[in-house]
Each structure stands twice: as structure tokens, then as C-alpha cells.
């Protein structure tokens, strides 16, 4: 008996090249026959007009014939009068309002598992009770918080021997969801050598005073990181469609019923990125 395909919500906010390369490689792979989904609505905190780069991101969303939802963050915020948000507190009222306007416009659709793709929004608690929402990081599991230039800086720092990416389940706590998926891979040994020994006993501070990022580890972390988030995102939700791993509430489950401490999908994606590093 053949399983019915997965939907899928997504959540961006369009700013850019990564938001529609993000797409395009999830869509493609649904094409191909290869991903057995359907992208169920694209839900975007912009509107027309609001910018050239989320102008382009809703012609791509045209073209492949996706339900599209906007609301307008920047508006919204305008019209309530309402202060940004301070990272590590409590969203205040207005924002928490913004969220239920959107999960009203999104009523009718519906969706088994939601992606934040791009999404440049803190997501409060109720939208997170309602959607099993995952959110990529570009770090193994215990690995570093923070944007991915944080992250490598941080590896750097640590002399760490290897990084990752992982989806974890959206909760209001930013980046500190449940690991639902992960990749790891190296950044010590073979080649790597060279430039951890060019590294020397030389401080980030210092790194970033001379290079900064055209240092050449740094370049190579973040380039060896990058190219596996497309193929690993499409491996992620795989892995849900064939129902290999799924989420129960805040527990991560695999095939047989048992509660994991995310899947891993190493093999996968290092599959999917030979030959191109």
C-alpha cells in the first residue's frame, strides 16, 4: 500500500537567493519523483511590492502553482504600534497577535510537517503547538548556537573536530528545540591539517582582525557546511515521507516506535554531496 504524499508547509520570508534556492531544491526533487510531497501552501511575512528580492521569491512560488499566504511583518508592525522584540524575552502581545492573524489566514490549509525556510521571525507558543514546525541549524547537535558565522567562529575557537547541520523542532526558546535530524562531518584530519596547523596558537580575535572571513578555514567550514543544507533538507523530509522518522508531540520517533535523540543522516547526504567538494 502506497503512502499518500507528505504536505508541507513553508514559512519564509523571501529575502533572498538562499529563501528561493531552498525551494527550488525541495520542488525539484518532488518533480523527480524522487520526494513523494506536496507543498500543501508557502506562507510569506512579506507582501508585493515590499521588496525586489521577495517579488522574485513570489514569481517562483507562482511558477510552481503553490497556495500563497502573506502578511505583512513590517505593516503589521507599523499599524500596532508595536517595539521589535528583544531577543531572550517573552514576545510581547502585538507580536503573539501577528501570529494568530497569520495561523487565521492559514486555517483552511493544512499541512503534516512545516519548514522554516528563510523565515526571519520568532515563532510564538502557539503557533508551535499547532504546527510541527522544524527550523535548520547549521551545527551538529551540542554543537554551537547562534548564525552560522557565530557557529564557525565558536568551531574555530574550540579547535573543534567536526561540524554538522541539523533540523530541531521549533519551540518558543530560539534554536533550542528538539533535534529531530542531523549530519555531521569532519573538519580535522587530511587536508583540514594544513590550516589548523596555520592556525596555530593565534586567537579568533586576531583571525578576525587580519581576515576575517576570506580566512581560509573559515571559507572551507562554511563552504563544506553549505553545500550539504540543501541535499540535507530534502533528505530530512525523506526521511518523513517514507516514515522513517516522525514527531509525537515533542518526541522524535524512528520506524519501529522508539524515541531518538534526532535521526542521523550522515550517510545520506555525504552521498549526495561526492565529488562536488
Known amino acids: 500500500?502506497?503512502?499518500?504524499?507528505?504536505?508541507?508547509?513553508?514559512?519564509?520570508?523571501?529575502g533572498g537567493k538562499g529563501?528561493?534556492?531552498l525551494l527550488t531544491a525541495v520542488c525539484s526533487s518532488i518533480e523527480r519523483g524522487e520526494l513523494n510531497a506536496e507543498?500543501?501552501?508557502?506562507?510569506?511575512?512579506?507582501?508585493?511590492?515590499?521588496?525586489p528580492e521577495s517579488d522574485l521569491?513570489?514569481?517562483?512560488?507562482?511558477?510552481?502553482?503553490?497556495p500563497l499566504v502573506c502578511l505583512s511583518y513590517r505593516d503589521f508592525r507599523k499599524a500596532h504600534g508595536g517595539g521589535k522584540p528583544t531577543v531572550g524575552e517573552p514576545l510581547p502581545g502585538w507580536r503573539l497577535d501577528y501570529d494568530r492573524q497569520a495561523m487565521e489566514l492559514l486555517e483552511a490549509l493544512?499541512?503534516?510537517?512545516?519548514?522554516?525556510?528563510?523565515?526571519?521571525?520568532?515563532?510564538?507558543?502557539?503557533?508551535?503547538?499547532?504546527?510541527?514546525?522544524?527550523?535548520?541549524?547549521?551545527?551538529?547537535?551540542?554543537?554551537?548556537?547562534?548564525?552560522?558565522?557565530d557557529v564557525i567562529w565558536k568551531l574555530i575557537d574550540s579547535r573543534a573536530a567536526r561540524s554538522g547541520v541539523m533540523m530541531h523542532l521549533v519551540t518558543p526558546d530560539l534554536d533550542k528545540g528538539p533535534v529531530v535530524t542531523y549530519c555531521t562531518f569532519p573538519i580535522?584530519?587530511?587536508?583540514?591539517?594544513?590550516?589548523?596547523?596555520?592556525?596555530?596558537?593565534?586567537?579568533?580575535a586576531e583571525i578576525k582582525g587580519r581576515q576575517g572571513?576570506?580566512?581560509?578555514?573559515?571559507?572551507l567550514i562554511r563552504q563544506h557546511g553549505a553545500a550539504r543544507e540543501l541535499p540535507f533538507i530534502v533528505a530530512t523530509l525523506t526521511a518523513f515521507a517514507e516514515g522513517r522518522v516522525r514527531v509525537v508531540g515533542s518526541e522524535v520517533i524512528d520506524s519501529k516506535g522508539q524515541k531518538v535523540g534526532g535521526y542521523?543522516?550522515?550517510?545520506?547526504?555525504?552521498?549526495?554531496?561526492?565529488g562536488s567538494l
Open 1 to 14: 500500500m502506497s503512502r499518500r504524499p507528505l504536505r508541507i508547509g513553508w514559512f519564509s520570508s523571501g
Open 19 to 21: 529563501s528561493r534556492n
Open 39 to 51: 507543498i500543501s501552501f508557502v506562507f510569506c511575512s512579506r507582501e508585493q511590492n515590499e521588496a
Open 57 to 66: 521569491f513570489f514569481e517562483l512560488v507562482g511558477s510552481y502553482g503553490i
Open 110 to 149: 493544512d499541512a503534516d510537517v512545516c519548514v522554516l525556510a528563510g523565515y526571519m521571525l520568532v515563532v510564538g507558543e502557539e503557533m508551535c503547538r499547532r504546527y510541527t514546525m522544524l527550523n535548520l541549524h547549521p551545527a551538529e547537535p551540542g554543537g554551537p548556537t547562534g548564525a552560522w558565522r
Open 188 to 204: 580535522k584530519g587530511g587536508k583540514w591539517d594544513r590550516y589548523w596547523k596555520e592556525l596555530g596558537g593565534a586567537s579568533v
Open 213 to 219: 572571513e576570506a580566512y581560509t578555514l573559515f571559507r
Open 264 to 274: 542521523d543522516l550522515t550517510v545520506e547526504v555525504d552521498e549526495a554531496v561526492r
